[in-house]
């Protein structure tokens, strides 16, 4: 990594989160359901088997809470949005809201960015049946389609559409982008991007949302057939547990924004001090290029980790041997035992907590633990109960990539805020201080 | 006179177009006028409302892309994108002038990962297998998930992370990767997108690839429920004609480009003296206030934002490689956005349009149609837009049926998008340009 850039970065902050989850909204229910030991897995039985008919018990997100704004202009753009962008407007507004930002002031300075999947999962059962209804219909394939499917749904299904609703809600004109999961370790690809558009001087505020759609039975095989997921969901099938089996599935939406510090609207909730994804030619070197990213940048050592614990035998594995040689042996949290795998957002989700934690001075347990692997060496996971996080800590993310092609892995440093500066870090417009 | 070491530079190319498998075949079709728009007879279009032809890479280019680049579980988009960025890798020398240690970046903008549309087969037996699945078990999960596990999965399921692993063990070294999608701005953006990496000092190289193949029933199908496609009858050659006033629409075509941009730091330290273009500055925005239609405040901003970045005068500015869609819409608004930011220029301003050629490759267009703004610089010539033959006196934008020989230090570059995406980049002639190859 070029060593030079360091020197005229601007400080940025979180001053905002926003998650919904299956424990409900707001980041603070799910950090206190996790510091409870309580999970959300579709009400398994004693054996820990999902209730849905298929094998695998997934965290559901109840949608009866989430709502869409009341006015002319969001009624009028309602049709072009389906569920996740009903979600990324719900979690957006949370984030603006601890910010301050009402969205009815348009500005120019202000971006947003997309942490997605495709959405188009709207179709997924509407399809099959038009594929069986065509073979009785004498229209041609392309005029048959062009009359039955639901008008819109093409537009509904591109991911940056939601970020122009999220646009809406923000006011925030400057730019909209999304950015694939495929890349971007759950969504930590989304918050670089965003870094980047700050540090240069291009935006001085970036709302980042992901969506964890919940997913098709065609989208969970195939997740399956790459890496299985875990079939059940009960004590000692979550991250780093000797029995842990595979990741469990999840959802939720997730929304963090970043400011540079010296135009801040909103209360620094806490400092961002360096992101990066790689990807390489195998997962365990991008994750310790990844880490070591982050770490040539941090004043000082990080002391919590909150880390992405897929609960996969593999990914687990690389995960701990990827950041214990280089940070020690960290009280280490995650929050997959308890929501599972929101996939392109969970690394959203999980910086969510960690700010919360900051502001807490608590890492809160990892769910469904209960023999911590012994091959893990030098692991230390909070279980049980929360544990105190020392003030003025510095915590360590990471993210990787679910799947046997998948490469990329990310990891990001949080900081309270008014803790120490990175190395070389700016407060305004480039003048350095060391 | 050499490049500011500060300096973006784009120092390789790679395109695979219905004009051309190659940088120099599609730069000589831009000034031969020669399209790759025809009649869409793979697929039965009878009763569409409009959309009855297609940009398609033709089969010899085809056949070579996909013995040379595609590999088992590997999609077409993609075998696409690898020929693109080989190609693209080659020209910049990047094997026999290597590149510095460290990682690079790749930022790519994917279309349409599923059936594709080179084949329209692709998409009917894609059909005919849920169809069989649907009338045996429904909709029913477990059922569902029985039959999935007994057969290959649908092919929009593949895991499509193998992308950037593979350009990593290409370049052998990793990579900050970005798959990012801003509807049709998507290839514009991407490049913005790489050189603020390299602004950033995270990295010193990155390469940009995008590919879209998507001319399926489904897709022609949704853009005709949009009324968006061209509903020309006559030479399908015609039916891409920005700017004329009996337009009706874009066509769809398939298409991959693929950059290599660099510091000039770094391209001077390997040797890389003639760069194609410079990277000057960008402006992008967001619209709210609909979402497919375009808004001619929107182009203003972010042609003036591209401009004020790079610290150029209007006066500086030698001709517009437009968006040029051939949408009614499109073509009247971005020509109104162009005549506020240029006024009386507007006369003697010439603007070319790529897609009156190869038609819309939708992310795709914008690094294809960067090639060819960086080309209009090197060799000095303005491409024509042959299909502009009844000039739409409410755009009133200047377009030549010939191609134009004149010195081109800057290029603004437009790329606009459904969901309110807008784009704007200017180009510039670096101090020494790559010359065109010598042949024979």
Redesign the interface.
């Given at each position: 990594m070029p060593s030079d850039r360091a020197d005229t970065r601007p400080d940025i902050v979180v001053t905002g989160t926003g998650v919904i989850s299956p424990a409900g909204l707001g980041t603070a229910r799910l950090w206190e359901a996790m510091a409870a030991g309580k999970t959300f897995f579709d009400h398994p039985g004693d054996d820990g088997a999902p209730a849905s008919g298929l094998p695998w018990p997934t965290a559901v997100v109840d949608t009866s809470e989430i709502g869409w704004p009341a006015g002319r202009s969001w009624a009028n753009a309602s049709k072009y949005a389906n569920q996740s962008a009903r979600w990324a407007v719900a979690v957006a507004l949370q984030a603006l809201e601890r910010a301050g930002i009402t969205g009815e002031t348009e500005d120019v300075r202000g971006g947003t960015i997309m942490a997605v999947a495709s959405s188009g999962d709207e179709l997924s059962d509407v399809i099959p049946q038009l594929a069986s209804k065509f073979r009785h219909d004498s229209r041609p394939l392309a005029k048959f389609l062009h009359d039955e499917v639901p008008d819109y749904s093409y537009i509904r299904g591109i991911p940056s559409q939601l970020g122009q609703f999220v646009s809406m809600a923000s006011g925030f004109r400057g730019s909209n982008v999304a950015a694939y999961g495929e890349a971007a370790a759950g969504g930590t690809g989304a918050l670089a991007l965003a870094v980047r558009l700050l540090e240069t001087g291009e935006l001085d505020r970036v709302l980042v949302v992901g969506v964890g759609a919940p997913l098709t039975v065609t989208g969970m095989a195939a997740f399956d057939q790459d890496e299985p997921f875990g079939t059940r969901a009960t004590t000692g099938a979550g991250p780093f547990d000797a029995d842990r089996s595979g990741t469990l599935a999840g959802q939720g939406a997730a929304a963090i924004l970043l400011e540079r510090a010296d135009v801040a609207v909103g209360p620094a909730l806490a400092r961002f001090l360096g992101c990066e994804v790689l990807a390489a030619a195998d997962l365990p070197t991008a994750a310790g290029l990844a880490v070591d990213a982050v770490l040539a940048d941090a004043a000082a050592p990080p002391a919590a980790w909150w880390a992405h614990g897929a609960g996969s035998v593999r990914l687990d594995r690389v995960e701990a041997e990827t950041v214990l040689p280089r940070v020690g042996n960290l009280p280490v949290t995650g929050s997959k035992g308890t929501i599972g795998n929101a996939f392109e957002c969970s690394a959203l989700i999980d910086t969510a907590l960690a700010v919360e934690s900051l502001d807490r001075g608590e890492l809160p347990p990892v769910g469904l633990l209960g023999r911590p692997d012994p091959g893990l060496t030098g692991l230390d996971p909070v279980i049980g109960e929360a544990r105190p996080v020392p003030p003025a800590a510095t915590v360590l993310l990471t993210a990787l990539n679910q799947g046997a092609q998948a490469t990329a892995a990310g990891a990001l440093l949080l900081a309270a805020p008014g803790e120490p500066a990175a190395r070389g870090r700016t407060t305004d417009h480039g003048e350095a201080h060391a | 006179m050499t490049d500011d070491t500060d300096d973006i530079l784009i120092t390789g190319m790679g395109v695979v177009t219905p004009i051309g498998g190659d940088v120099e075949t599609f730069w000589s079709a831009n000034l031969e006028g020669r399209s790759g728009i025809v009649r869409e007879e793979r697929?039965?279009?009878?009763?569409?409302?409009c959309?009855w032809t297609a940009g398609l890479i033709p089969e010899d280019v085809k056949e070579k892309v996909a013995a040379d680049h595609g590999k088992p579980g590997r999609s077409w988009g993609d075998t696409l994108m690898h020929a693109a960025v080989e190609q693209a890798l080659t020209d910049a020398r990047l094997d026999a002038q290597p590149a510095a240690e460290?990682?690079a970046g790749?930022v790519y903008a994917r279309v349409w990962p599923g059936p594709t549309g080179s084949d329209p087969q692709d998409?009917?037996t894609h059909?005919?297998e849920?169809?069989e699945?649907?009338?045996t078990i429904g909709?029913?999960?477990?059922a569902?998930?029985r039959n999935?596990?007994r057969r290959n999965?649908?092919l929009?399921?593949?895991?499509?992370?193998?992308?950037?692993?593979e350009i990593?063990?290409r370049l052998g070294t990793?990579?900050?990767?970005?798959?990012?999608?801003?509807?049709c701005s998507?290839g514009l953006?991407a490049i913005a997108?790489a050189a603020?990496?390299l602004?950033?000092?995270?990295?010193?190289y990155a390469v940009v690839s995008a590919a879209v193949s998507r001319n399926t029933?489904?897709?022609?199908?949704?853009?005709?429920?949009?009324m968006a496609l061209s509903r020309w009858k006559g030479d399908p050659a015609q039916a891409s004609m920005p700017f004329d006033v009996r337009r009706t629409g874009m066509v769809i075509n398939e298409s991959a480009g693929a950059l290599v941009l660099e510091t000039a730091e770094h391209a001077a330290r390997r040797g890389m003296t003639q760069p194609h273009a410079l990277v000057g500055g960008w402006g992008?925005?967001?619209?709210?206030t609909h979402?497919?239609a375009p808004r001619v405040e929107m182009i203003e901003?972010v042609m003036r934002t591209a401009l004020a970045e790079a610290g150029a005068d209007l006066d500086e500015v030698d001709t517009v490689n437009a968006h040029g869609t051939s949408t009614r819409l499109n073509d009247v608004t971005e020509a109104r956005a162009l005549h506020k930011v240029f006024g009386e220029r507007m006369a003697d301003l010439p603007v070319s349009a790529v897609k009156s050629l190869t038609g819309h490759g939708s992310a795709a267009s914008g690094v294809v149609e960067t090639v060819a703004s960086a080309l209009t610089m090197c060799r000095g010539v303005v491409p024509p837009v042959p299909t502009c033959t009844e000039p739409d006196p409410a755009c009133a934008v200047r377009t030549s049926l010939t191609p134009e020989e004149r010195p081109v230090a800057a290029v603004l570059k437009n790329s606009f998008g459904?969901?309110?995406?807008y784009a704007s980049m200017l180009l510039r002639r670096p101090a020494a340009p790559r010359p065109a190859p010598r042949h024979g």
């Open positions: - | 697929m039965d279009t009878t009763g569409l409302p959309g460290g990682p790749l998409y009917i059909m005919e849920l169809a699945r649907y009338d909709n029913d999960p477990e569902v998930l999935l596990r999965l649908p929009e399921t593949r895991d499509l992370s193998a992308y950037p692993r990593a063990e990793a990579v900050l990767p970005v798959r990012l999608e801003a509807t998507g953006r997108e603020r990496l602004r950033s000092g995270r990295a010193r029933p489904y897709v022609l199908s949704q853009y005709g429920q949009l992008l925005a967001v619209d709210t979402m497919t901003r459904f969901g309110g995406q």
